[in-house]
C-alpha cells in the first residue's frame, strides 16, 4: 500500500519557485491600477459630477440619483476598458469573510438584442438574497430581505472580470448585518467627539480621522501537505501531530532570509496587492517556521479595513497559484506561534496627528496628553468588551492560553509618557505653570522632555501598546475582521471624549469669573477647566497602566486586584457585549442598538458552537479511520514477528527478544484503547450540548464540557505518532508540514 504522505512530501520537496513577471512600470505607476480612484474619477466623469464626488467622500456630501447615474456610468466605461464583464456589491457579513454575487453588464436592447449597461440604482443599492447569512435572528424567514447599499468612501476596484463595489449590509427595518456599517457609525462618533476636543486647543480643526495599519501574520503549507490533512482542510488548524524536534527554538525563522518558492509568492501576492491600491510595504519570515508577515503603510480605518478583508482573499488565491496554502488560523500548530495581527491605531486631524509626541507648542503636548489619557479612559472603562471583540473560538487559542497575549487587556506607554502623566497628576498647580517660563501663552504645561520612542522601550507583552505615536493593539486574531475591534475602540475612545467634553465645560462654567482662575493666574480658566479633568482622569484610569510581565501568574492576581477583567472562557467573554456599560456605549455613539447587540451575540456563540462541532467531528473521524486503523496494523506486524521469534527461537531467548515489542504492542492497545473510549465520551458530550436550545448555554456546554475532551485525546495521538512506524502513518508530520516550502 503506498503512503499518500511519502508522496506528498516528495512531490514538495521537489517545487521549483513559479516565476514571476517584474512588472515593466515602478510600483508608484501600477498603484491603484485596478481601483477606480480620484484620478480616474477626473478622467472618466464629468467635471462636475467629479466635484460632487469629491464632496461625497471628503464631506460625507448627500448623494443624489442624478450623480449616482453619471459615475455608475463613467466606472462601467473604465471597467470594460480594463476587459470587466460582471459587477459585484462586495460586504462583510458576520462570517469573518466576505461577500459577492455576481452579475453581469448585460441589459436587453428591447429590439432583441443586448447592450451594457449599468445605472446608479445598481451601483448604490441592492437586495441579496440575504436569507443564507448570519443575523442572530433579525431576518425571521418570513422577511429575509437584506439591503447592500454603497459605501462611497471606499474606492470600487476590480478583481478579475469583476467590478467590486464596497457595500454596507442591512436589513430590511435597517439592522447593521455586517461589520462596515457599525464601524461607519463609530468612525462618524470618534471624527465628531474628537474634533470637538480638538476645538479647545484649535478652532481651525475640521475633521479627525481615525487611522489603522495592521500587521497580518500567516503560515504557508505547502498544498500537497495540506491535502493530506483533513484537519487542516476542515479547521484551518492540525488537531493532532508531535512536535517536530527542531522547531522555532533556534530563533533561526525570524526575519530570516525568505524561501524562494515563498518569495516568489510573496511578490506575487504584492505586484496584485499595489494593483488594487493596498499599499504593501513590509514583508518578513515571522518567529515560527513557515511563519510569514505582511505589513501596509497605515490608511484611513475604514479603507484599511477593506483592504485587509480584500488582502486576505488575495493571498488566498495567490497561494493557491504557487502551490501553497495559506493559513490565517490563529493557532494551526501546537507548540509553536500563532498568528496574530496587530493593529496600530491612531487619531490625525485635517491639520497633523494626534498622537505624536512631542509636539512643537505647549498646546500640541496638552492635547498630546489629553488624547493618550481620553483613550486610556475609552480602554479602562471598556477593557472587558474590547477582549470580547477580538476573541473568537480561534482566537482562544492564543489569548489567556499558551501564549501572546494574555486574556487581561492592559497598556504600556513607555517610561516618557509614563512620567509625563505622572507629572501632570501630581505636580504642583504652581509648579505646572512655572515649569515651562514661556510667558505670554495662553496655555502653558511644564517642558515635556524630548520623546525620542526608543525601540528598546517596548513591551511585547503588553496588549494595548503606545509606540510613539499610535497605539498597537495586539491581541486582534489573524483571521479576524479587524472591523470589530475598530468598532469596540473608536467607540469607546468617542465616549470618553465626550465625557471629558461635558466634563470639561461644565467646569469651565463654574470657573468663570472666579479670581482664582482668572487672568491673573496667567491662563485662562478653559486651561484650568482642561487640567483638572486631565488630573482626574490619570487619578482614573490607572489600573489600565501595566508595565510589567502580562504572561506572570502575579499579573492576573494583580489584575484581578485592579479590577480588570480577567475571564478567559470565550462564551463568557462574549457577555461583555451585553453589559449595561457596553449597551449604553454602544447606543449614545450611535454605533449599535441593543437589538443589534444581542442578534450579534447569538450569531457569536453559534459560531463558536459550530466550530468546536466540526473539530470535534474531524477529530473524531480521524481518531478512528486513520489513526487506530494504522497503529493496530502495525501492532499486528509486531505481533506477528513476537510469533516468529517464537518458533525461532527457544521460548525464553524469544521473550528476551521481543521484550521490546510486546511493550510497544501493550502501549499501542492502551492507547487506541484510551482513545476509543474518549472519543466515545466526545460524542455523548456534544449529544448532551446539542439538546440545549439556547445558543448561549450550548456554546458554554461546549467550551467546558466538548473542547477539553479533544486535548486528551490528542495527547494519546501524538503519543502513537512517536512509537507507529513512520512508513505507516498516514498524516504529514510538523516537521514536514513547517519546514517543507
Ligand atoms: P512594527 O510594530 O513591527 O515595528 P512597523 O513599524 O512596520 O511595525 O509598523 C506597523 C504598522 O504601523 C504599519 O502599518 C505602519 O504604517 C503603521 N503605523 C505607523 N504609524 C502609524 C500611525 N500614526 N497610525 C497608525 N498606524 C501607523
Ligand atoms: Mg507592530
Redesign the pocket.
Known amino acids: 500500500m503506498t503512503n499518500l504522505r511519502f508522496k506528498v512530501v516528495e512531490e514538495a520537496f521537489k517545487k521549483k519557485p513559479i516565476d514571476v513577471e517584474a512588472p515593466s512600470e515602478r510600483p508608484y505607476e501600477y498603484f491603484g491600477k485596478k481601483v477606480f480612484g480620484r484620478s480616474k474619477m477626473y478622467k472618466y466623469l464629468p467635471k462636475d459630477i467629479y466635484k460632487k464626488m469629491i464632496d461625497v467622500m471628503d464631506n460625507g456630501a448627500q448623494l443624489d440619483r442624478e450623480v449616482a447615474d453619471a459615475v455608475a456610468e463613467g466606472m462601467r466605461k473604465w471597467a470594460v476598458e480594463q476587459g470587466v464583464t460582471h459587477y459585484t456589491h462586495w460586504f462583510q457579513p458576520l462570517t469573518e469573510g466576505t461577500a459577492e454575487k455576481h452579475d453581469s453588464f448585460i441589459e436587453h436592447d428591447g429590439k432583441g438584442g443586448m447592450v451594457e449597461d449599468f445605472s446608479g440604482k445598481l451601483l448604490v443599492q441592492q437586495e441579496p438574497d440575504a436569507s443564507s447569512f448570519p443575523s442572530g435572528g433579525i431576518r425571521s424567514t418570513f422577511e429575509a430581505r437584506g439591503y447592500s447599499a454603497w459605501d462611497p468612501t471606499s474606492p470600487v476596484f476590480i478583481m478579475d472580470d469583476t467590478l467590486c463595489i464596497p457595500t454596507v449590509f442591512i436589513s430590511y427595518s435597517g439592522e447593521a448585518l455586517d461589520y462596515k456599517a457599525p464601524l461607519l457609525r463609530a468612525l462618524h462618533a470618534v471624527n465628531v467627539a474628537a474634533t470637538e476636543v480638538c476645538h479647545y486647543f484649535d478652532p481651525e480643526v475640521k475633521k479627525v480621522t481615525s487611522?489603522?495599519?495592521?500587521?497580518q501574520e500567516y503560515f504557508l503549507v505547502d498544498e500537497g501537505l495540506y491535502s493530506a490533512r483533513p484537519d487542516l482542510l476542515l479547521t484551518g488548524r492540525t488537531l493532532m501531530g508531535h512536535d517536530s524536534a527542531k522547531n522555532q527554538q533556534m530563533d533561526d525563522h525570524y526575519f530570516g532570509t525568505i524561501p524562494d518558492r515563498v518569495q516568489a509568492f510573496m511578490k506575487d501576492m504584492e505586484i496584485q496587492a499595489l494593483e488594487l491600491g493596498i499599499p504593501c510595504?513590509?514583508r518578513h519570515n515571522e518567529v515560527a517556521p513557515n511563519q510569514f508577515?505582511v505589513?501596509?503603510?497605515?490608511e484611513d480605518t475604514n479603507l484599511a479595513v477593506d483592504h485587509n478583508m480584500l488582502l486576505m482573499s488575495l493571498m488566498k488565491k495567490v497561494a493557491r497559484k504557487h502551490g501553497f496554502r495559506v493559513l490565517l488560523h490563529e493557532k494551526p500548530f501546537a507548540g509553536i506561534n500563532g498568528s496574530g495581527k496587530?493593529n496600530?491605531?491612531?487619531l490625525?486631524t485635517d491639520t497633523g496627528?494626534l498622537?505624536?509626541a512631542p509636539g512643537k507648542t505647549p498646546e500640541q503636548n496638552l492635547r498630546f496628553a489629553v488624547f493618550i489619557v481620553e483613550t486610556l479612559m475609552g480602554v479602562y472603562r471598556h477593557n472587558g468588551l474590547l477582549k470580547a471583540s477580538i476573541m473568537s473560538a480561534t482566537n482562544a487559542h492564543r489569548l489567556g492560553a499558551n501564549e501572546a497575549p494574555p486574556a487581561i487587556v492592559s497598556s504600556f506607554l513607555g517610561t516618557q509618557v509614563s512620567d509625563l502623566l505622572d507629572h501632570i497628576e501630581k505636580a504642583d498647580k504652581d509648579d505646572i505653570f512655572q515649569m515651562n517660563g514661556k510667558q505670554g501663552l495662553k496655555m502653558d504645561i511644564p517642558e515635556i522632555p524630548e520623546l525620542l520612542i526608543d525601540?528598546t522601550d517596548r513591551n511585547r507583552t503588553s496588549p494595548f501598546a503606545f509606540?510613539?505615536?499610535?497605539f498597537?493593539f495586539r491581541a486582534v486574531g489573524s483571521e479576524a475582521n479587524c472591523a470589530s475591534a475598530m468598532i469596540t475602540l473608536n467607540a469607546a475612545v468617542a465616549e470618553a471624549l465626550v465625557d471629558f467634553k461635558a466634563r470639561v465645560d461644565k467646569k469651565i462654567a463654574e470657573y468663570e469669573g472666579r479670581p482664582e482662575f482668572g487672568e491673573q493666574t496667567g491662563h485662562t480658566a478653559k486651561f484650568h477647566a482642561i487640567i483638572d479633568v486631565l488630573r482626574e482622569d490619570i487619578k482614573t484610569c490607572k489600573p489600565i497602566r501595566f508595565n510589567g510581565n502580562g504572561y506572570s501568574d502575579e499579573w492576573v492576581e494583580e489584575a484581578t486586584r485592579r479590577g480588570l477583567d480577567v475571564e478567559k472562557s470565550c462564551p463568557i467573554i462574549f457577555e461583555r457585549y451585553l453589559d449595561p456599560a457596553s449597551i449604553k456605549l454602544f447606543e449614545s455613539m450611535g454605533v449599535m442598538t441593543e437589538k443589534e447587540l444581542v442578534a450579534r451575540n447569538e450569531v457569536k456563540w453559534e459560531t463558536y458552537t459550530k466550530k468546536i462541532q466540526i473539530e470535534a467531528r474531524v477529530l473524531g473521524d480521524l481518531s478512528m479511520n486513520h489513526i487506530i486503523p494504522v497503529a493496530t496494523r502495525y501492532q499486528s506486524q509486531l505481533l506477528q514477528n513476537v510469533e516468529n521469534m517464537a518458533e525461532v527461537f527457544p521460548k525464553e531467548k524469544a521473550a528476551k527478544l521481543s521484550a521490546r515489542n510486546l511493550k510497544i504492542i501493550e502501549e499501542i492497545a492502551e492507547r487506541t484503547s484510551k482513545i476509543e473510549t474518549q472519543v466515545e465520551e466526545l460524542v455523548n458530550a456534544r449529544k448532551v450540548a446539542n439538546k440545549i436550545t439556547d445558543e448561549h448555554e450550548k456554546a458554554i456546554a461546549y467550551h467546558d464540557t466538548v473542547e477539553p475532551k479533544m486535548d486528551t485525546i490528542r495527547y494519546q495521538i501524538d503519543k502513537l505518532e512517536l512509537i507507529v512506524d513512520d512508513s505507516c502513518w498516514p498524516l504529514p508530520k510538523y516537521r514536514e508540514l513547517l519546514f517543507i516550502r
Open positions: 487611522n489603522l495599519g495592521w500587521e510595504k513590509t508577515e505589513a501596509p503603510i497605515f496587530h496600530n491605531w491612531s490625525s496627528v498622537l505624536h525601540n509606540t510613539g505615536n499610535r498597537e
